[in-house]
């Protein structure tokens, strides 16, 4: 991890002002904020460990805990609710064997919800990492945790 931090910090002046870029970059390395980074940031920024803990918290974009390498997010907006994201969602569950904001033991998915994607003619839509899936169905779930091509929209 140190290595990896050194590459991160070294992008920067090491001001107060910088913080959340520095937390953002940290997290998309590592897809959460470990512990041990967190210190380390607090320490190059030159502020108490308890304000980046502050931070963090505050803002919803950052995690405490590792999160899958696919992240799947389920719309739930209102063209996604009534064209059935309630029962895509429910599938994902029960497939992944996880809830509404786990991750697989493996580490391989992290399964969440957005109130909306902003995609609302593809309802109901599904986003894995940066891929929007609309019209999901049953069969196209098999297709999006399978990696087929032509799951897309």
């Known amino acids: 991890m140190s290595e990896v931090m050194d590459n991160i910090l070294s992008g920067y002046r090491g001001e107060p002002v910088e913080l959340i870029p520095i937390l953002q970059r940290v997290q998309k390395e590592f897809t959460y904020l470990p512990d041990d980074a ?27 805990t590792p999160t899958g390498k696919n992240r799947i997010t389920v719309c739930t907006g209102t063209a996604c609710h009534v064209r059935g994201a309630q029962r895509v969602m429910e599938e994902f569950e ?3 064997d996880i809830k509404d904001g786990e991750t697989t033991k493996d580490l391989e998915y992290t399964l969440e919800t957005a109130a909306c994607l902003g995609c609302c003619g593809l309802a109901p839509a599904v986003v894995v990492n940066e891929t929007t899936f609309g019209g999901v169905t049953s069969a ?14």
């Open 140 to 153: 196209k779930i098999t297709q999006i945790l399978n990696g087929e091509e032509g799951a897309s929209q």
């Open 94 to 96: 029960r497939r992944l």
């Open 38 to 64: 967190m210190r380390r940031v607090a320490r190059f920024v030159g502020v108490a460990e308890s304000r980046v803990y502050a931070v963090a918290s505050f803002y919803a974009q950052f995690r405490f």
